[in-house]
């Protein structure tokens, strides 16, 4: 009875939502509200694919949903990163009926990394997928270790792991699995390097031995080919490597004879895709079915977009706060631009979910990228300007290649008027849509 | 004139941008003519003390710690001699329980420590987050920075720093960090020379000091530094106000 309450009064405020037109986890908090055991009243879809890790959750969990309804298959899914209790359960209510029966045939969720063990109580996948995992947002997570094990702990035999081969963090988390396990990763590609960008790996050493583990080259960050040289830990050979890759041309070829297209110049986007295309292989959709969804694909949420100022071709790049890989998978794309350039980089708040207003984060990043990437100058925006201006002086950016200016409002005004080249906003998610109106607004 | 800086556990005490606190102290050296050499070291490697003016060692997860702690240990005594011949040492994060008597862990093991600072550090099976202000007595003004650690330390005698906002040695702590010798030891992180120049240049002149009494210093330039500082500081007063008001 209760939850029977519980969905219907969540599916009319979805409703009531939906005629607003507003979107948020309302829903989800409602029937909580009712019934604080709902996610275990639920009957769920045969197929349960959960995906979680530091970066592309939204990414990976939407192409898979994307792919599997272009091969047929219907799915409840929660891309557009409500990725918390609340949100989730606003997608399983909105897909059940009255009895608590999902009707969809699939389920695929994005989970914050510390909210799976609270999502693993209730609901446990059939497939788990872990992309990538990296210190952030550390105010909240204490340390990525903590994150680790919180992960890690709830991980049941029954579950079938889908895991990134080339970060080391994800790796380990399968030397105790005794269900089944597929990897995923890169090979050497022409952006692969043989050093890393700073000494901030998140596991630098050996788990079983402390021997300093060898790393044989880098895609980014912590991920690359690395052991250990007492042999106790090495990267796993993946069944669905990414064996040539052409961000120019915006292609990449999976096991040597797959191609499919990449909708943006981003390196990450390589591993979103052969991330996806092995939960999709492992559940039985044929290869050509495959090709034909991801050829087909479009993802309703983008990071990239691309404007003008006064002719400059302008990138707004959002980044995540308290995320130095974030940040630093941005300053790899803007340093791959040879060309004469601007960077605009700001936030207003240091955290969308707290007041905490660390911003030690800003010294994980790898700013240092950006001393020799053609830079006319690099423009501080928001409240915290001087902060940020203060960690690019110590990161070696001249002096007077830094302007420092605070308000949002007067930022299309400074680009034109003291700056030069294209134009490349590294912000984040509170300022990228008010840049992004600006811009537009300016050319009026 | 040539500075030398030991940064120990570069790569396994690496957490919360650190190194940070190197970079800018490297820099300040440099801006007074002066070559700032910095070595790296870490588990694994041999160390020896003599040769360093200033060493530093940051925060790391919990782990790690004890990883860098069974290292350091095997040179108690060496660091004891650095400690008593009034070389600096930065001590940040939960780097600082490695100076203690013991470190008690979240599953009751005791750890030996260095002990060179009479106190006990314990790990909770919760983290400590938080916004710090402190005053220290060196200083006109407050000293700020952030929480964030698992750890506390018990029995420390004669703080450093005095609580005005932050967790302290211990949630409700008045007091935290050392300062004896030249050992300056704290939980902040910031890193606390970025976020505080006057602590830099206190730090820098110090130093340097040591080494030339008669060293002529360049006038120091921190305008980022301060506009940063002082935009926090009109935040937190604002703050403080309204709370102060809201519990009248």
């Not at chain 1, 000494?199 to 690395?226: E, I, R, S």
């Not at chain 1, 290649?401 to 998610?429: C, D, L, R, S």
Request: proline residues 3%; charged residues 25%.
């Amino acid at each position: 009875m209760r939850t029977a309450l519980a969905i219907l009064a969540s599916k009319i405020t979805a409703a009531i939502l939906k005629l607003l037109h507003k979107g948020s986890s309302k829903p989800g908090e409602v029937a909580l509200a009712i019934d604080p055991k709902i996610m275990t009243k639920i009957t769920y879809p045969k197929l349960k694919v959960v995906v979680t890790g530091t970066t592309g959750k939204t990414s990976i969990a939407g192409t898979i949903a994307n792919v599997m309804e272009e091969c047929g298959m219907s799915c409840a899914q929660n891309i557009k990163g409500a990725n918390l209790t609340k949100g989730i359960i606003s997608v399983l209510v909105k897909d059940c009926n009255l009895r608590g029966v999902m009707k969809s045939e699939a389920l695929v969720l994005e989970v914050d990394e510390r909210y799976v063990k609270e999502i693993f109580k209730y609901m446990k996948p059939d497939y788990f997928i872990i992309n990538n995992l990296s210190r952030d947002q550390l105010s909240r997570n204490g340390h990525f270790g903590i994150v680790w094990k919180d992960i890690h702990n709830c991980i049941e035999d029954s579950m079938h792991l889908i895991l990134n081969a080339d970060d080391p963090l994800v790796t380990l988390m399968a030397h105790d699995h005794k269900g089944k396990t597929t990897f995923y990763g890169m090979s050497n590609t022409p952006y692969t390097t043989t050093k890393p960008n700073q000494n901030t790996l998140d596991l630098a050493y050996c788990p079983f031995c402390h021997t300093k583990l060898v790393f044989d080259y880098y895609h980014y960050g912590n991920l690359g080919g690395y052991h250990c040289p007492r042999e106790d830990f090495t990267r796993p050979v993946p069944e669905f490597q990414v064996t040539e890759l052409n961000l120019e041309e915006k292609y990449m070829v999976i096991n040597q004879n797959i191609t499919l297209p990449l909708k943006n110049d981003i390196l990450y986007t390589a591993y979103n895709n052969v991330a996806s295309f092995a939960l999709c292989k492992t559940i039985g959709i044929e290869e050509e079915a495959l090709k034909k969804a991801f050829d087909a694909l479009s993802l309703k949420v983008q990071r990239l977009e691309k404007l003008e100022i006064n002719g400059r071709n302008t990138y707004v790049l959002t980044s995540k706060n308290e995320t130095p890989i974030s940040y630093n998978q941005t300053i790899a794309y803007i340093q791959k631009d040879p060309d004469l350039k601007t960077v605009v980089v700001g936030f207003e708040n240091v955290s969308g979910r707290y007041a905490y207003r660390d911003l030690s984060w800003l010294w994980d990043i790898y700013f240092e990228g950006l001393v020799d990437a053609n830079i006319d100058k690099i423009v501080c925006v928001g409240p915290f300007a001087s902060d940020l201006a203060n960690r690019l002086y110590y990161a070696g950016i001249p002096s007077k290649q830094i302007i420092v200016n605070y308000p949002i409002e007067t930022i299309i005004q400074t680009v034109k008027k003291e700056t030069k080249g294209k134009v490349y906003a590294m912000v984040y998610f509170d300022l990228a849509y008010k840049f992004r109106d600006l811009v537009r607004g300016d050319k009026k | 004139m040539t500075i030398n800086i030991l940064y120990l556990y570069y790569d396994i005490l690496n957490l919360y941008g650190e190194s940070g606190n190197i970079k800018v102290l490297k820099k300040q050296l440099e801006l007074q003519n002066i070559e700032a050499v910095v070595t790296f070291k870490t588990i694994g490697e041999e160390l020896e003390f003599q040769t360093y003016d200033f060493i530093y060692i940051g925060s790391g997860t919990e782990e790690n710690q004890k990883i860098a702690l069974k290292h350091l240990m095997k040179y108690q005594k060496e660091i004891e001699t650095a400690y008593q011949q009034g070389k600096f040492f930065l001590i940040t994060g939960n780097a600082l329980e490695l100076f203690g008597k013991s470190i008690l862990d979240i599953e009751g093991k005791k750890y030996k420590a260095l002990n060179l600072f009479s106190f006990t550090a314990k790990q909770e099976s919760f983290r400590m987050v938080d916004e710090c202000v402190f005053h220290c007595p060196l200083f006109k003004k407050n000293i700020i920075g952030f929480q964030n650690q698992s750890g506390t330390m018990h029995q420390l005698k004669e703080p450093f720093f005095e609580v005005k906002k932050g967790i302290g040695s211990y949630p409700g702590s008045k007091g935290e960090g050392i300062h004896q010798n030249n050992f300056y030891g704290t939980y902040l992180i910031g890193p606390i020379l970025a976020r505080n120049p006057f602590f830099t240049k206190y730090l820098v002149k110090e130093l340097v000091s040591t080494k030339d009494p008669n060293f002529s210093f360049k006038r120091m330039d921190f305008t980022l530094e301060n506009r940063a500082y002082q935009h926090f500081m009109e935040q937190f007063e604002k703050e403080y106000l309204e709370e102060k008001d809201t519990n009248l």
